[in-house]
T-cell receptor
Framework: GIQVEQSPPDLILQEGANSTLRCNFS?????LQWFHQNPWGQLINLFY?????KQNGRLSATTVATERYSLLYISSSQTTDSGVYFC?????????????WGLGTSLAVNP | NAGVTQTPKFQVLKTGQSMTLQCAQD?????MSWYRQDPGMGLRLIHY???????DQGEVPNGYNVSRSTTEDFPLRLLSAAPSQTSVYFC???????????????FGQGTRLTVV
């Protein structure tokens, strides 16, 4: 089945720094989403981005479907950005609608 | 608009007990699913449903039952709880492909379950 790999697994930033998180996937997808899991465990939708580029405030994401990767950019990081960032994809193959998840990037932003 | 509502948020069970995790959505989503999240393993699909009256198994269905009598509700039943079912459970919903809208998934707040 499809493999989803996220990098880096862990990241420590000083407040105000920028970062790029990467998600590679091994097959064609119908859907790709980025989520932020905050320290309280809530999964927060960041982007629904099967292709192209989107921006929302200090966050932006780009998916290059033909090359099977997506990038999440965090600019001017804040302590509230801490948590785990997940990439999840819906494979194009098959009828099963499940999302396949990467293992996440654990981000800590220090004041 | 409440989105996806999961209850309870926390639960402790004894081995062998049964319980039902509730999930409701008010977005007219046909597709609903249950995941469990374990450390170091990401989220894994337990069961899913593409509409009322239709359910199917995901990756890790053993020990769990679901039903979908209405579009809004998708409860998850643990038949006889085991320590291996200690996990965080998430319910999710989205439009289905047949609804012709984007299939962005929305998640409930999660249920932290401990089986002792």
């Amino acid at each position: 089945g499809i493999q989803v790999e996220q990098s880096p697994p862990d990241l420590i930033l000083q407040e105000g720094a920028n970062s790029t998180l990467r998600c590679n996937f091994s097959d064609s997808v119908n859907n790709l989403q980025w989520f932020h899991q905050n320290p309280w465990g809530q999964l927060i939708n960041l982007f629904y981005i099967p292709s192209g580029t989107k921006q929302n405030g200090r966050l932006s994401a780009t998916t290059v479907a033909t090359e099977r990767y997506s990038l999440l950019y965090i600019s001017s990081s804040q302590t509230t950005d801490s948590g785990v960032y997940f990439c999840a994809v819906e494979p194009r193959a098959g009828n099963n609608r499940k999302l396949i998840w990467g293992l996440g990037t654990s981000l800590a932003v220090n004041p | 608009n409440a989105g996806v509502t999961q209850t309870p948020k926390f639960q402790v069970l004894k081995t062998g007990q049964s319980m039902t995790l509730q999930c409701a959505q008010d977005m007219n989503h046909e597709y609903m699913s249950w995941y469990r999240q374990d450390p170091g393993m990401g989220l894994r699909l337990i069961h899913y449903s593409v509409g009322a009256g239709i359910t199917d198994q995901g990756e890790v269905p053993n020990g769990y039952n679901v039903s979908r009598s209405t579009t809004e509700d998708f409860p998850l039943r643990l038949l006889s709880a085991a320590p291996s079912q200690t996990s965080v459970y998430f319910c999710a919903s989205s439009y289905s492909r047949s609804q012709g809208l984007n299939t962005e998934a929305f998640f409930g707040q999660g249920t932290r379950l401990t089986v002792v």
